[in-house]
């Protein structure tokens, strides 16, 4: 395809698109959400929460002035999948971004945070179906939408600093979430891997129609965690604190958007340097 035109801020305006965020409820996807809505998109915010994902369509279609839909959906089930898509479709005409956001920590948070030594494999494929799984099946039915259409596309998918090297065990010591002892358990790092691996490979599939695809690697969101943590993954980073999840979400926008029409198969850290140590 030929180079986009314009130029200047009207390389980042979103207006036209129409925008598929999977955790769109969530933490990240949140903001990514209102992000896009901002820039102009139509969203569909897409969650296993049926009621928060209506919600947080709800407040941003108020807030940015345009278009939403709020949509449950399991990521690891194919014919949900498939609904979610069509509903899209059947909303906005047609799907030019996905930001392929959605993760879980299983049902019990307790057995997700198990050693590694006594990790259920129930629990690790239980993680599996949703963080690589997941990821996969929506990748496969948005990017089949993107192919018929002929116009191209640009697709997000969100790894972890933790995919792409090892944790640093000694934040953890005495650090909280939400009031819970936290770590970091290898499920969690082997999935954001692959994440990493799987948009490579698209990225170079799909990369004569015009459909890019590139991962996102966020560093630690500010979001409960206990001042221990804060203070830890601080003195563990450069800028010396934790992501905002704003700074997140800008950095899907310029993904998504035509200022970044030459990059592909592209791992994007914003880690606050986190990774250049």
């Not at 209506?54 to 949509?71: D, M, N, Q």
């Not at 933790?162 to 640093?168: A, H, L, S, V």
Request: aromatic share 8%; charged share 15%; hydrophobic share 45%.
């Amino acid at each position: 395809m030929s180079p986009p035109s314009g130029s200047g801020q009207n390389r980042f305006d979103l207006t036209g698109k129409a925008a598929v965020v999977t955790g769109g409820a969530g933490i990240i996807g949140a903001a990514v959400c209102e992000a896009l809505a901002s820039h102009g998109a139509e969203v569909a915010v897409v969650d296993i929460d049926a009621a928060a994902a209506v919600k947080t369509a709800g407040s941003i279609a108020e807030a940015c002035g345009t278009r939403t839909l709020g949509i449950a959906c399991d990521v690891s089930n194919p014919a949900s999948v498939a609904e979610m898509t069509a509903a899209v479709i059947d909303r906005f005409g047609a799907i030019h971004i996905l930001h392929n956001n959605a993760a879980t920590k299983g049902a019990k948070l307790d057995a997700f945070l198990e050693p590694f030594e006594t990790f259920s494999p129930e629990v690790w494929r239980e993680v599996m179906a949703v963080n690589i799984d997941g990821m996969f099946l929506v990748a496969q039915a948005v990017g089949r939408r993107m192919v018929e259409q002929g116009a191209g596309g640009s697709i997000v998918q969100t790894a972890s600093i933790y995919g792409i090297q090892g944790p640093d065990f000694g934040i953890y010591e005495g650090s909280a979430y939400l009031g819970r002892p936290i770590t970091t358990p290898a499920v969690y790092s082997a999935s954001k891997a692959a994440v990493v691996g799987l948009s490579r490979y698209l990225a170079t599939y799909w990369a004569a129609k015009g459909i890019r695809v590139n991962t996102l690697v966020p560093g630690g969101v500010e979001s409960g965690q206990n001042e221990i943590f804060k203070a830890r993954y601080g003195a563990r980073t450069p800028m010396g604190r934790m992501a905002d999840r704003r700074e997140i979400a800008d950095a899907v926008v310029f993904l998504a958007s035509d200022a970044a029409s030459y990059i592909t198969g592209q791992t994007l850290a914003v880690d606050g340097g986190w990774t250049a140590w």
